[in-house]
């Protein structure tokens, strides 16, 4: 990635993994994921970890996010 104002380079890694389950018999499906992400500058102080977990639950047309948690901070 490149800073569009300051022309900063920074790379990107993470791991993003989750679990799908469907009940084919009726509409009920849970999902869950968690993302974590690291953009990783050229120096110490500029670096930026992201981080989101979340639990979704389907049935039928009602949808239930039980969390979503998300936060960015610098590292």
Do not use: K
């Amino acid at each position: 990635l490149v800073g569009q104002t300051t022309g900063d380079t920074y790379r990107l890694t993470g791991v993003e993994r989750g679990t799908y389950v469907d009940d084919a018999a009726s509409d009920h499906f849970v999902l869950t994921y968690v993302n974590r992400y690291h953009l990783i500058g050229r120096g110490s102080g500029d670096n930026l970890v992201v981080r989101e977990t979340a639990h979704i639950t389907s049935e039928g047309d009602d949808v239930v996010v039980a969390f979503d948690d998300y936060s960015i901070a610098c590292s």
